[in-house]
């Protein structure tokens, strides 16, 4: 019975030594940097010159740092319910040989958290089998951690007038070791504006708010060009704000920025800034349309018709315009807009207001109107032309009678005051004799004195064109429009092109040349103050014309 304790005895003392003869190292494939994966390499060595037997590898993992179920090499999974602590078995080991064990680990956010906390990152393996067991611990690996910060915001305190926009820079910096594969960026801000960035991929965005995703497209534009945001590499991010309510509306807007990355659905670290924009009045005052009516007696009554068209001229505006109503009546005799005549560029729903059938049995229409629920802010002149036919049935026959229809148009412009905000225009077409003015043209010298032809004029020299027109009706027309054309010989250069005439400025001003002369087209709304009225346009003479 001795004799058989003493063989056990050697037997568990033969084992014993034979595994804590073993030794362990631990090595990566990559430096250890947090949201990223890399390789672990275990190596056990058998000392010995006796074979290992089968053992369970136990490795405990360093705080934040998991095992990639199903990477391992050279050993096999026996337990992974904890990937912090993931058990393997391993095989048996010849003596004097070396058994290399290669798994995939990933660090996620925890790990930055122990590192905060100044807690060495090590890992421990215990490598047992049924009669003993050996633990190891690695040396402290250095783990890799980026910081990502807003350095700064150009214009943090920006004045944007209502309806327009501004380009704000944000610069991102990496500040710490560490490399990420993607970042985020968030803005989020009242609904008054709207943002555009000039980089990344848009993942999120609505009235409160937009997020991106920065990421490789973007980093090889910065720094070593590489597709890693690297330590101390920085990324601009442009953005266009646009402010898109009423400064009555609202007077301030905060933006509250976030830059921030993570793995896991978890946010590892961020950094957050703040920036503001005051909203300015845009000074968008006064009426933004204008009617030009031209008419067409048809040369024939009973019955007939006659094309007529009115422009509606939209000067650019920075507010939008609101309900707006243009509408064609034909109050006068028995005509009437003749039914699906109407043509509107550009296309727009066509209403016929208090159809009939006339004496000729033309369907016709005593008025239509065209509703437009809103016009954004437009930096340019837009034309909406109507053209439609007038129906005639009159007993007349062919002799020619006067020609006469409404146009109007209203509408309310947004973001004005009380005075500013509602606006209504009627113009009235008739077909009567146009005005017969008695006018001149004279031209003068710096010193308002009038050259008399030949004019011998010289390069460089200064004076005025002299308009002037004389007709009673000219104070008596209220309501009315005159037009007026001048026709200028080139080499005279405009040094003002205001055209102010009877005090008023015209609401048309429309240039072109004929081959010679300079050709402009104005419109002035009558009544002027007085019956006499001129126009002086400075000049000078370009000889090289």
Request: charged share 20%; aromatic share 10%; proline share 4%.
């Amino acid at each position: 019975m001795n004799k058989h304790y003493t063989i056990l005895v050697l037997i568990w003392t033969f084992v014993s030594m034979n595994v804590k003869a073993q030794s362990i190292s631990f090595s990566i494939g990559d430096e250890l940097s947090i949201c990223q994966q890399t390789s672990l390499n275990i190596n056990i060595k058998n000392t010995t010159d006796v074979e290992l037997k089968p053992s369970e590898l136990t490795i405990k993992m360093p705080c934040g740092t998991t095992y990639i179920t199903g990477s391992v090499t050279a050993a096999v999974e026996k337990s992974v319910n904890d990937p912090s602590l993931p058990v393997f078995t391993v095989e048996k080991i010849p003596k004097q040989a070396n058994l290399t064990i290669k798994m995939q680990i990933k660090l996620n956010c925890e790990a930055l958290k122990c590192l905060d906390a100044q807690q060495s990152p090590v890992f421990e393996a215990v490598l047992a089998n049924s009669t003993t067991t050996l633990n190891y611990t690695s040396q402290s690996f250095n783990v890799q951690s980026p910081n990502l910060v807003i350095t700064s915001i150009d214009n943090v305190y920006e004045e944007i007038p209502s309806f327009a926009s501004r380009i704000r820079t944000i610069n991102i910096r990496n500040s710490r070791t560490g490399k990420l594969a993607y970042c985020t960026f968030r803005h989020e801000y009242d609904q008054s504006i709207d943002v555009k960035p000039d980089v990344g991929t848009i993942i999120a965005k609505n009235t409160k708010y937009i997020e991106i995703r920065l990421d490789s497209a973007d980093f090889v534009k910065i720094g070593n060009k590489d597709k890693w945001f690297d330590f101390n590499e920085s990324i601009n991010i442009n953005e266009l704000i646009y402010v898109s309510v009423c400064y009555y509306d609202f007077q301030f807007v905060r933006s509250d920025y976030t830059i921030s990355w993570g793995c896991e659905n978890s946010i590892c670290q961020k950094d957050e800034a703040i920036a503001n924009i005051r909203i300015l009045n845009n000074d968008d005052k006064g009426d933004k349309l204008f009617i030009y009516p031209e008419g067409v007696d048809p040369d024939c009554y009973l019955p007939g018709t006659s094309t007529q068209q009115a422009i509606f001229t939209k000067s650019p505006h920075r507010n939008a315009l609101t309900n707006m109503t243009l509408k064609i009546s034909q109050p006068y005799f028995d005509r009437g807009i003749v039914v699906n005549s109407v043509i509107v560029d550009p296309s727009v729903n066509i209403v016929y207001h208090e159809k009939f059938i006339n004496e000729c049995g033309q369907e016709v229409a005593k008025y239509m109107t065209i509703y437009i629920d809103r016009v954004s802010p437009e930096n340019s002149r837009k034309d909406i032309k109507v053209t439609w036919e007038t129906g005639f049935c009159e007993i007349s026959h062919c002799e020619t009678a006067q020609n006469a229809w409404l146009a109007s148009y209203e509408y309310r412009k947004e973001c004005a005051h009380e005075d500013d905000s509602y606006y209504y225009k009627e113009v009235k077409y008739k077909s009567e004799k146009l005005f017969a003015f008695n006018g001149a043209v004279n031209v003068m010298d710096e010193n308002r004195q009038v050259l008399s032809p030949p004019l011998g004029m010289t390069n460089n020299q200064k004076g005025f064109i002299l308009f002037t027109y004389d007709d009673a009706r000219l104070t008596t027309s209220n309501g009315d429009t005159l037009f007026l054309t001048l026709s200028i010989p080139f080499g005279f250069e405009l040094a003002d092109k205001s055209f102010i005439l009877g005090g008023k400025s015209p609401v048309l001003v429309a240039e072109s040349t004929d081959g010679r002369n300079q050709i402009f087209k104005l419109a002035y709304i009558l009544p002027f103050d007085s019956k006499l009225n001129k126009i002086e346009v400075p000049f000078y003479i370009d000889a090289q014309m």
